[in-house]
C-alpha cells in the first residue's frame, strides 16, 4: 500500500492592512491637490484669508488694550493721582489753618475757621472718592481705610485745643502739638503712600498704552509680502495686470497697516507730551505745594510751641519747629525750580516765577518774625507771622494762589495731550476687524475667479 501524502500546510491569511487617520488622508489629499493649478489656488486662498484675518484680530486686540489704557490715564489714574495730592494738601492745609487759628487765641477769624472746615471736608471728600475707585482688596484701599479712621481723631485733638485755648489753659498747646504730630507722622505719610500707589498706577496705564503694537506691524507686512507674491505669480501665469479680488484685499490690508502706524505714533506722542509737559509739571507743583503748607504750619507751631521742642544738629540745639521750616522752605524753592524749568509756556512759567519772588519774601519776614521772638517780643512776633499786612501769612497766601494756578494750567496742558493721544485711536480695533473681514473676503473672491476658470 503506498504512503499516503501529508497536505501542504494552508499559506496565512494575509494581515489587514492598518487605518489610516483621518490626519493622514487629509494630507494625501493636500498633496494631491496641490499637484494641480486649482488645488494650488485653493491654498493659496486659504493662506491669504487667514494671514489677512490675523493680522485684523491681532490689531483689534493690542489697539484695545492700548485704547483701555489711554483712557484710564485721562479719566482713572491720572484724575485719582491729583486726588491723592489733593488729599495731602487739604490735610496739611487744614493742619496749618488749625495752628494759624490756635495762634490767634480767642481771637480766632471766621476765615481761619472756615479754612481749616474746608480742608477737612475736601480731604474726607476725596477720601471717599478714592475708595470707591480702589479695588476692595488693593493697597490704596487700606491707606484710605486707615485715614478715614485717623480723621475723627485728628479733628478731636484739634476741637480740644481749641476748648482749652480760649479758656486760656496752656494744655492747650499740648493738645496741639499731639493733633499736629499724628498728622505728620501718621496722617501725611498715609496720604503719601496713597499718593505714591496711585503715581505707580498712572506710569503703569502710560507703560500699557504707549508701546508699539509689534505683531500687529509684523503680521501687516507679512500679510501685504504675501498678497503681493499671489498677485505677481498670478500675472506670470495669466498674464493678467490685476486681480480686482487681490487689489481689494491689499488695499484693505494697506489702510489697516497705515491706520495702525499713524494712528499709533499719534496716541503715543500725544500720551508722552502729557506726560512730559503734564504729568511731570504737576508732580513738581504738588511738591512744591505741599512743602509750603508744611513750611507755613512749621511756622505757626514755632510761636505755639515757644520752644518746647527742639532737635540736636551736631553740637547745636534748634527750635525742631524752626528747624522743620527751613528744611520745607528748601524743598519749597526745589519744587518751584522744577516746576520752572518744566514749564513750557508763558502761562505756566508766569505763576512759578511769581511763587519764586514770593517765597523769597517769606523768607525775608519770617527771620524778621523769628529775630522779634528770640529778643522776646512774641506778641510782636506773632503779628509779623499772623498779622493783617506785611505779615508772612500774606506771602504763603501768595504762594498758595499762585501754585494753584499754575496747577490748574498744567492739568489742563495735561488733559489736552492726554485727550489727544486717546482719541488717535479710536475706531482703530473696530475698523481694524472690519476691514481685515472684508480682505479677507476680497482675496477670496479673487482666487475663486481664477478657480472658476477651471471649471
Known amino acids: 500500500m503506498p504512503p499516503q501524502r501529508t497536505p501542504a500546510p494552508a499559506a496565512p491569511a494575509p494581515s489587514p492592512q492598518p487605518r489610516r487617520t483621518a490626519f493622514a488622508e487629509g494630507a494625501d489629499r493636500l498633496r494631491r491637490a496641490a499637484t494641480t493649478e486649482p488645488g494650488r489656488l485653493r491654498i493659496i486662498g486659504a493662506l491669504l484669508a487667514a494671514l489677512v484675518l490675523a493680522f485684523g484680530a491681532v490689531t483689534a486686540w493690542q489697539m484695545t488694550d492700548r ?28 493742619n496749618t489753618a488749625a495752628s494759624s487759628g490756635f495762634l490767634a487765641g480767642g481771637q480766632e477769624t471766621a476765615a481761619s475757621r472756615d479754612r481749616y472746615e474746608k480742608g477737612i471736608r475736601t480731604a474726607a471728600a476725596k477720601l471717599v472718592n478714592a475708595a470707591a475707585n480702589s479695588a476692595p482688596d488693593s493697597p490704596s484701599a487700606a491707606t484710605v481705610t486707615e485715614l478715614n479712621r485717623l480723621l475723627p481723631e485728628y479733628k478731636g485733638l484739634v476741637e480740644r485745643a481749641r476748648t482749652y485755648n480760649r479758656q486760656g489753659f496752656p494744655v492747650g498747646g499740648a493738645y496741639l502739638r ?8 501718621e496722617m501725611l505719610p498715609a496720604a503719601q503712600d496713597l499718593y505714591t500707589k496711585e503715581n505707580q498706577r498712572l506710569r503703569s496705564d502710560y507703560a500699557d498704552a504707549t508701546p508699539y503694537p509689534w505683531a500687529a506691524l509684523t503680521l501687516g507686512v507679512v500679510a501685504l509680502a504675501a498678497l503681493a507674491l499671489a498677485q505677481r505669480r498670478d500675472y506670470l501665469r495669466t498674464h493678467r495686470v490685476l486681480n480686482h479680488g487681490l487689489v481689494a484685499a491689499t488695499a484693505a490690508t494697506t489702510v489697516v497697516l497705515l491706520w495702525l502706524a499713524v494712528g499709533h505714533t499719534v496716541a503715543r506722542a500725544g500720551l508722552h507730551d502729557s506726560y512730559d509737559h503734564g504729568v511731570r509739571s504737576l508732580d513738581a507743583l504738588h511738591d512744591a505745594r505741599i512743602a509750603s503748607l508744611k513750611a507755613r504750619g512749621n511756622e505757626n507751631l514755632t510761636l505755639v ?36 524749568d518744566l514749564a513750557d509756556d508763558d502761562t505756566g512759567a508766569r505763576p512759578v516765577t511769581s511763587a519764586v519772588a514770593n517765597t523769597t519774601e517769606w523768607k525775608k519776614r519770617h527771620a524778621a518774625a523769628r529775630e522779634q521772638d528770640e529778643n522776646g517780643n512774641y506778641h510782636q512776633a506773632l503779628d509779623m507771622v499772623i498779622g493783617a499786612e506785611g505779615a508772612t501769612g500774606e506771602c504763603f497766601d501768595n504762594v ?37 473681514v472684508l480682505g479677507a473676503a476680497a482675496a477670496v473672491l479673487g482666487i475663486g475667479r481664477r478657480l472658476s476658470e477651471y471649471r
Not at 499731639?178 to 507722622?185: D, G, P, T
Not at 540736636?312 to 525742631?320: H, M, W
Open 67 to 94: 485704547a483701555a489704557a489711554a483712557d484710564d490715564v485721562l479719566t482713572g489714574s491720572q484724575p485719582l493721582t491729583s486726588d491723592a495730592a489733593d488729599i495731602y494738601r487739604s490735610l496739611a492745609d487744614a
Open 178 to 185: 499731639y493733633a499736629n504730630e499724628k498728622m505728620q507722622q
Open 400 to 436: 498758595d494762589a499762585d501754585l494753584a494756578t499754575a496747577l490748574a494750567h498744567e492739568k489742563g496742558e495735561f488733559e489736552r495731550a492726554a485727550r489727544d493721544g486717546r482719541d488717535a485711536l479710536a475706531g482703530l480695533p473696530l475698523g481694524a476687524a472690519v476691514l481685515a
Open 305 to 340: 510751641s515757644r520752644g518746647a521742642e527742639t532737635t540736636k544738629v551736631g553740637d547745636e540745639t534748634f527750635d525742631a519747629y524752626d528747624h522743620d521750616f527751613g528744611r520745607d522752605m528748601d524743598a519749597l524753592a526745589e519744587g518751584l525750580a522744577r516746576a520752572k
